[in-house]
Nanobody, 121 residues
Framework: QVQLAESGGGLVQAGGTLRLSCAASGRTLTTPVRAWFRQAPGKEREFVGAIDLSIGSTNYGDPIKGRFTMSRDVAKSTVYLHLDTLKPEDTAVYYC??????????????WGQGTQVTVSS
């Protein structure tokens, strides 16, 4: 089992920045990739980005490319999502996931509880 805990969400004005954190515990070595997804009301869960924990390589979903970046702190078993130049359409619950990789929610076995990001215009 892997437990994930997100933090760092909140209310921010358009153009602002946030940093989300995802701390992992448990059998973390069984899940080499951490990903972020987001889900807005009435919409499907959307891929934001993923990071390979061993080599740090990343890939991102098209809607956020160039504005969001992921990083990791292996010693703290924590990954971060840096959100820059936020837009109202970025408003969603952001979820951290652990698994073997990919851009589909079904490819991840473990999920955090989510953290709300709200961007005001």
């Amino acid at each position: 089992q892997v437990q994930l805990a997100e933090s760092g969400g909140g209310l921010v004005q358009a153009g602002g920045t946030l940093r989300l954190s995802c701390a992992a515990s448990g059998r973390t070595l069984t899940t080499p990739v951490r990903a972020w997804f987001r889900q807005a009301p009435g919409k499907e869960r959307e891929f934001v980005g993923a990071i390979d924990l061993s080599i740090g390589s990343t890939n991102y979903g098209d809607p956020i490319k160039g504005r969001f970046t992921m990083s990791r702190d292996v010693a703290k078993s924590t990954v971060y999502l840096h959100l820059d130049t936020l837009k109202p359409e970025d408003t969603a619950v952001y979820y951290c996931a652990a698994g073997s990789g990919g851009a589909s929610p079904g490819q991840y076995e473990y999920w955090g509880q989510g953290t709300q990001v709200t961007v005001s215009s």
